[in-house]
Every structure is written in C-alpha cells, then in structure tokens.
C-alpha cells in the first residue's frame, strides 16, 4: 500500500473512533461518513462545531422542515468545512427556499442537493443553475417517469452545474440505457444514477470503463449497492478492473487489520464503498469530482433503505 493511501486510511479510523464516541447517536453510516469525509480533507472531525451548526439551523428552521434527522447530521459535516459557516448556512436556507419556489417539492434529498448548488455555482450563476437543474430533472422525468424521482436532484444539480446540455444528456442516457440494461443485476434506476454521473466524469471513456470495472466486481462475486454506483460512475478510468480492486482490497484489508468494526460490523458492499472512496482520496487529482457530495447521497440512501427494511420486517 502506499504512504499516502495508509496517512489516508489511518486518519479515516481514528476519525471514525472520534466521532463514534462523541456523535454515536447520529449512527453507524454517517460515523462512518463523517470519518471518510475528514480524512479526504486531511482534518480531524470538528465534533464541536458540528454539533453548533446543527443547532443554529434547527433555530432557523421549523420543526417540520426538511432539514431534520439524518440529513441535517449528513450536511451539517459537509459545512463544518466552510471558512464562512454561519454565511453558508444562510445561503442555504434562502437557496432552498428558491428551489422550493421554482417548483421543486420539500425533500430531504433536495436538502443535499440545495448545498451542492450552493458550494459549486458561482453568485451570479446560482439562481440560474436552479433554473437549468429543474429543466434537466423534467425532461428526464418526461422520458424515465418510472425511475426518476428526487434520488435524482443531486446529479441533475451537477449536470446544470457543469453546464451539459438537456439534448446531450438524454442522448447519452438512451445509448447507455441500452449497453448497461445487459449488465446483471443492474435496476433501471441504477443505470440512471449511472448514466448521469459517467456523463460528469472527465474521461472519454468512462462509459466503457465502467462497465468492464462492474463486470470485474461481478466476477470477484462483489456487489456493488445501487445507492454507490454514481460514484463509481464520477471516479471510474484511472486504473485497469484487476488493477483497482486490488487497489481496493488493500485498502479494505488494512482497515479491518487495524478496527475490528470495519470486519465484523459491516455488510460487504459498504466495506467496498469505503475502500472506494479511499483509494480516491488518496490520488492527486485537482478537477472537481463531488465526491463528497455523491459520498453523501449514497450513505444517506443507505440509511432509507436500512430503516425501510427494517419496517417492513416489523409489518411482515
């Protein structure tokens, strides 16, 4: 393994260790996020100050409003980062409000979504990248009703952000649509989480790459969940299939070497989402890659689906 990657890996722990024993009620996943997110930006995790913006936005917003429960635990880490944390979170709140008045319904998903717009569009672009996000999420919807819901906000505020064009995208959908639908065990809605974010990823041949990487998973008897896969789709094409999931198992071998919860507390594809997100931690890229923001909707996608299961166990 390399120096950078094990620095990387052994901030990701003690972060986890932290915030385990002083945030332990936001649970498991978002521990875990929080970890994966601080070691990305080489920083302890400001337990403290997280815990104050979370009180400063509970104070300006109502008991009902989107920003509660678990995604107020999962954004509150991402603005923990900001220099200007008390501008940032009033900048979210009238964003939100903006979004909600262009048409978009209350979502704890467009909660996420509102701080991503927020973090990447310039001032003067911002209201009219909330224009173009709810332009792209339509006409999307008008082509894939069945599988487009507001699990898509966040990857249609990142398609507006970038500036891809409506024509384009569904363009590119359709042909993907059409060579990933072959893929095993590949929902439409996982190809459309997919599709979306290959079509961010800076490598011309992401689309291709992505595919030879989940076959290579499938063959290693690895699945990848449904809620990772638009990360994959944004990070894929810097290493051969062998190449990266050896790059991944290290990781992943390590980690459970040094903590035991990463071993015996774990399902197998979350454990691969973590050595994912570390192995790209650890590289020296500068372009934008929203990792932290796709990192994000995938853990918090996670929990929806855990606290479904469990509810449909209990009515069973």
Same mark, same amino acid.
């Given at each position: 393994m390399e120096i950078t990657t094990k620095k990387i890996c052994d901030l990701t722990i003690k972060n986890y260790r932290k915030v385990r024993e002083e945030l332990r009620y936001d649970g498991d996943y978002i521990n875990h996020l929080a970890a994966l997110i601080y070691a990305g930006a080489k920083r302890e995790v400001p337990c403290g100050q997280v815990k104050l913006i979370r009180s400063s936005i509970k104070e300006k917003t109502s008991r009902m409003s989107s920003f509660r429960g678990d995604i107020l635990y999962v954004v509150s880490f991402l603005i923990a980062l900001e220099d200007d944390v008390k501008g940032f979170i009033s900048k979210i709140l009238s964003s939100y409000n903006d979004l909600l008045e262009?048409?978009?319904?209350?979502?704890?998903? %467009?909660? %996420?979504?509102?701080?991503?717009?927020?973090?990447?569009?310039?001032?003067?672009? %911002?209201f009219?990248?909330?224009?173009?996000?709810?332009?792209?999420?339509e006409i999307i919807k008008s082509k894939y009703r069945n599988v487009t819901n507001d699990e898509d906000y966040l990857e249609c505020a990142l398609l507006s952000i970038n500036g891809i064009?409506?024509?384009?995208i569904i363009e590119?959908?359709?042909?993907?649509?059409?060579d990933y639908s072959e893929?095993?065990?590949?929902?439409k809605n996982s190809i459309q989480s997919l599709t979306m974010a290959v079509l961010l990823n800076k490598n011309k041949k992401a689309s291709y790459e992505v595919e030879k990487l989940l076959i290579e998973f499938e063959e290693e008897d690895v699945k990848i969940g449904?809620?990772?896969l638009s990360l994959l789709g944004m990070v894929v094409g810097y290493d051969k299939p062998k190449e990266y999931i050896k790059k991944v198992d290290e990781v992943i071998n390590y980690l459970c070497k040094e903590e035991g919860?990463?071993?015996?507390?774990?399902?197998k594809s979350f454990r691969v989402f973590i050595g994912i997100v570390l192995v790209e931690a650890s590289r020296n890229i500068k372009e934008e890659r929203y990792i932290n923001e796709l990192l994000s909707e995938g853990v918090y996608s996670s929990i929806i689906s855990k606290n479904q299961g469990v509810f449909e166990e209990r009515l069973a």
């Open positions: 262009i048409g978009f319904k209350e979502s704890k998903y %467009l909660v %996420l979504t509102c701080y991503t717009l927020v973090k990447h569009s310039k001032e003067k672009e %911002l009219s990248n909330m224009v173009m996000m709810k332009d792209i999420y064009k409506k024509e384009r590119h959908m359709d042909n993907l649509f059409r893929i095993e065990n590949l929902s449904h809620q990772f919860e990463y071993e015996f507390y774990m399902d």
